[in-house]
Each structure stands twice: as C-alpha cells, then as structure tokens.
Nanobody
Framework: QVQLVESGGGLVQPGGSLRLSCAAS????????LGWYRQAPGKQRELVAQ???????NYADSVQGRFTISRDNAKKTVYLQMNSLKPEDTAVYYC????????WGQGTQVTVSS
C-alpha cells in the first residue's frame, strides 16, 4: 500500500521561503509523475506543480517562477521549494500521483502571514 507523508510546513512572513518534503512508500515512485497540491479553506484542492519521471516540470500560473518541484528517487521523496511566499499561498499542501491518485496523506499546513 502506497503511503504519502508530507512535512515542512509552518508559519512564514510574506516574502519568506519554505521547503516541503513528501516521503512515499511503495515501488512505483520512480516510474510515476508526482505532484504537489494545495487546498485553501473553502476552496477546492488544486494542483500547483508536477514533475515527471524524466524530471520535466510544470507549474500553475499562480506559482510559476516562485515554486520549484524536485524529486530524489533514491530517497523516494519529492520536494517543493517555495520562495516569495504570499498570503494567498496559505493552504494545506499535499503530494500525490496526478495520473494514478492514491490515498491522500495528512498534508502539511503552510500559513503566510505577518
């Protein structure tokens, strides 16, 4: 059974940075596209960044140029470097496989506030 465990969230001031991590179990990690999602209060979950097995990346317009997704297949971990954070980035962040979604982890809370 694939498990996803997100970490690295916290409270940060506008303009600050955070690095999120998502550790995955299971053997499919290196073969699959991975994505970072977020869900703000009262809003639907949205995909903000994804990375293919070949490390091609794609970003939502709202985070383009500020967020960077990367992966370490040996560690079965995907990262999200978030820079120049804005209050509207406040959300619970999750990782998953966009084309073969598995059970969601608990997510990690990111709060951007002064």
């Amino acid at each position: 059974q694939v498990q996803l465990v997100e970490s690295g969230g916290g409270l940060v001031q506008p303009g600050g940075s955070l690095r999120l991590s998502c550790a995955a179990s299971g053997s499919i990690f290196s073969l699959k596209t991975l994505g970072w999602y977020r869900q703000a209060p009262g809003k639907q979950r949205e995909l903000v960044a994804q990375i293919t097995s070949g490390r091609t990346t794609n970003y939502a317009d709202s985070v383009q140029g500020r967020f960077t997704i990367s992966r370490d297949n040996a560690k079965k971990t995907v990262y999200l470097q978030m820079n120049s954070l804005k209050p509207e980035d406040t959300a619970v962040y999750y990782c998953n496989y966009p084309f073969s979604v598995v059970s969601w982890g608990q997510g990690t809370q990111v709060t951007v506030s002064s």
